[in-house]
Every structure is written in C-alpha cells, then in structure tokens.
C-alpha cells in the first residue's frame, strides 16, 4: 500500500512539473511573438532607449513579482507588496535624506522596514488565522498610509545621496563592457532571482514552502512548524519588496508617497503567467521573470500604439483571468 501511494505521488508530482515546464514555454514563446509584434508593427519599439525603458520596469515588476512567488507557492497571496514597496522607499528617503545617514543604512532601512510588514502579515495570517486575502488588504492599506504619514505626504528626494543612482538607473556592467548600458537595478533583479530560485529548489526553507502550498494539513502533520514558516515566507517577500522599494526610488531619484497601488496587479499577474499556480504548491522564479518581461513588453508596446492607460489595464485583468483558466485546466489534464 505504501509503495503504490509513494508511485502515485511521484506520478502525481511529475505531471505537475511537466505542467509548470509546459506553462513556462508557452509564456517564452508569448514573450517572443510579443517582441516580434512590437518590433514590426511599431515605431521606436526596438529603439535601445526603449529596450533600457522596458528593462527598467521590468525590474521593479519582477523584483515584485519573485516576493509574491514565495507567498502564492505557499498558498496564500499578497495584495500588499505595491504600497509595502512604497513605504519601504520613504523609509530610505527618511533614513538618507533627512537623518543623512549613509547609504548601507539607508539600503538596510528599506529591506528590514519590509521584512517587519511581511512579518506582520504573516503573522496575521498564521496565528490570528486571519485569511491571506483579508490580512494583506489590511497591510496595504497600512502601508499607504504610513507611506504618506512618513513622508508628510510629499515626495523624499535624494540629491543629497549622489551615489543613490548606482542602485537603478546607472550601469555599472557598461565599464566593464562598453555600450552594454544595461541598468544596475535590472541585474539586481536577476541576481535577486538567482538567490531565489535556490532558496526555492535547494534549501529546506524552500522545500517546507512548496510542502505548506501542497497540503498544509499533511506537513503539520508531519511535524513541520507551519505558523513558523509561513510568518518567515511573508517576511522574506517583504524584504524583497524593500528591493523593489530601492530600485524604483533610486530610479526615480525621490520616494513617492503616492506610489504603490496597482503594482501588486501586475506583480502577481507575471507571476500566474509564468506558471505558478494560484492553488500553491507549484511555481518557478524563472517563470515569474519571463512574465514579468511580459507584462512590461505588453504594457510598453501598447502605450507606444497609443493605446489609452484605461485600456492598457483591462488587458492586464484579461491576461490574469485567461492565465489562472488555463492553469485550472492544465492541473486538471495532470
């Protein structure tokens, strides 16, 4: 008996692997023919100026969308992340530009403020048994308004931090290889994904995540901390929005209080589209990435075709409803 469960179950996880590697190849190849679309039927699309504008974005968004990876992986979710993000650049702009401290504190600012509000929410979820959806509409709520409390609701520059734009805009792989001008912030996003990626498929942590997204009940069981680890899966998402938090204020060269809301949408919609599923249990780093360079292609080709900011958002929705379809149906056909 035991050995056909263990064969069921690898049946089973093997299917769901073929599944997420199926997902994440029809994502490339949507990636690709997006590229191609743009680049024929656009002016300026292929332009390096607006490859290093898609670059950029795709930076913040991915950096997001890899911290809410970890939290949908466990089976749950954060709405959170756009305003955390945003509350974690005024902390910086506090830190930098008003107490004038140096920029390592003001970087360890950023992600340990995040770290605190990721804790929160886990905690919320994990002892208070508050659902993920509930607690983490609170925090982005809480987060917006400490945001513009800090900041008294203007916006923290950071001309006094001249070394502030080494985080983002500035590239420091273009003195190593002149011409290749590719933006600080965009290999942090990749080095950010690295460390991801190994946290996820080569450390215990991350074998309790995909465990707690799979069956929470049967990993309790089994004797695993599942409060713990939850609380510790929403801290690590919230320190790395404190990231995303660095990257677009160091790109903006000031902290928006005002900044945030609609960045979770785009966040967890490139996650869905790179094939973790919205059930938990499953989902890859790389995935995220590739739809993160999605929505950030789709949204830069459209407003390039001169397509209305109104619209550019009901394509986001669309894309997110028609994504999380075809996982349902995928995991079925697994």
Do not use: H
Not at 79 to 108: F, H, Q, R, W
Not at 152 to 181: H, K, M, Q, V
């Amino acid at each position: 008996m035991t050995d056909l469960t263990l064969d069921q179950a690898g049946k089973t996880k093997s299917a769901l692997v073929s599944t997420s590697t199926l997902q994440k190849g029809v994502a490339f190849v949507v990636l690709i023919a997006l590229l191609v679309f743009f680049s024929v039927f656009t002016e300026n699309f292929a332009a390096w100026n607006n490859v290093v504008n898609i670059m950029q974005a795709t930076a913040v968004n991915g950096v997001l969308g890899v911290a809410v990876t970890f939290v949908i992986i466990s089976g749950g979710i954060d709405l959170a992340v756009g305003t955390m993000m945003t509350l974690t650049a005024v902390m910086a702009g506090i830190i930098l530009t008003n107490l004038g401290m140096p920029l390592p504190l003001g970087i360890l600012g950023a992600m340990a403020s995040g770290a605190v509000m990721g804790a929160i929410s886990g905690t919320a979820v994990a002892k208070l048994k508050i659902p993920p959806f509930i607690a983490t509409l609170g925090m982005m709520q809480i987060a917006r308004g400490l945001a513009l409390v800090f900041s008294g609701t203007r916006p923290i520059y950071f001309n006094d931090t001249p070394n502030y734009g080494l985080i983002s805009p500035e590239s420091s792989l273009a003195l190593l290889i002149p011409g290749l001008e590719i933006p600080n912030g965009v290999m942090i996003m990749f080095i950010v994904a690295i460390i991801a990626s190994i946290i996820l498929n080569r450390t215990l942590f991350g074998r309790y995540i995909f465990a707690l997204g799979s069956n929470e009940e049967a990993a309790r069981l089994s004797g695993v901390n599942v409060d713990f680890w939850k609380i510790l899966t929403y801290a690590l998402s919230g320190l790395i929005c404190g990231i995303a938090g660095l990257i677009i204020s160091s790109r903006l060269n000031s902290a928006q209080p005002a900044l945030g809301l609609g960045y979770e949408l785009d966040a967890i919609a490139a996650v869905v589209i790179g094939g973790t599923s919205l059930s938990g249990g499953r989902g890859t780093i790389l995935g995220t990435i590739i739809g993160a360079f999605i929505m950030s292609v789709l949204t830069n080709g459209l407003r390039i075709m001169g397509v209305q900011e109104e619209w550019k958002i009901v394509v986001t929705g669309v894309i997110i409803i028609v994504a999380v379809f075809v996982d349902i149906m995928l995991r079925r056909r697994a």
